[in-house]
């Protein structure tokens, strides 16, 4: 009954934080009521982005919940908003945020909203804007 037998160990920064956010969104579906916060770890000698860069949010489509990654080639205050299509800011992830260089996961609940699609805008300090789109489906 105490299920300690399962251990996973995962070496891997990135992969262990997008594990953890798979597990915590299918907990929640499951009726947990545990809050799981990802961390961001990077990994000793990884390479440094040279570009920032916005990846696509996964899943996409989503329901309510899905991962957003960025990464930054050095430590940059960032905002990242969502917006609906009728350009309406709908919800702030990250506000001012100081982030290091590397890689970044932030999770985005949705379930107050409604199915649609939904713009995601990353705006770094020295004036980058990133772009991509996404579908929530209720």
Same mark, same amino acid.
């Given at each position: 009954t105490l299920n300690d037998e399962n251990t996973l160990i995962i070496y891997n920064g990135r992969? /262990? +934080?997008e594990f953890l956010q798979e597990f915590a969104a299918r907990y929640t579906q499951a009726g &947990? =009521?545990?809050v799981f916060i990802p961390v961001s770890v990077v990994d000793e000698g990884a390479e440094l982005? %040279?570009?920032v860069t916005l990846n696509q949010n996964y899943p996409n489509p989503f329901n309510p919940t899905t991962t957003i990654r960025f990464q930054l +080639?050095? &430590?940059q205050s960032v905002t990242l908003d969502i917006y609906d299509i009728m &350009? *309406? *800011?709908v919800a702030t #992830? /990250? %506000?001012n945020r100081g982030f290091s260089s590397g890689e970044h996961t932030l999770m985005f609940d949705a379930s107050n909203l409604s199915s649609g699609m939904y713009i995601y =805008? #990353? *705006?770094i300090d020295n004036g980058q804007t990133l772009t991509r789109k996404m579908m929530l489906v209720k």
């Open positions: 992969v /262990a +934080n &947990g =009521q545990d982005p %040279e570009t +080639n050095s &430590g &350009g *309406r *800011r #992830l /990250a %506000e =805008q #990353l *705006r």
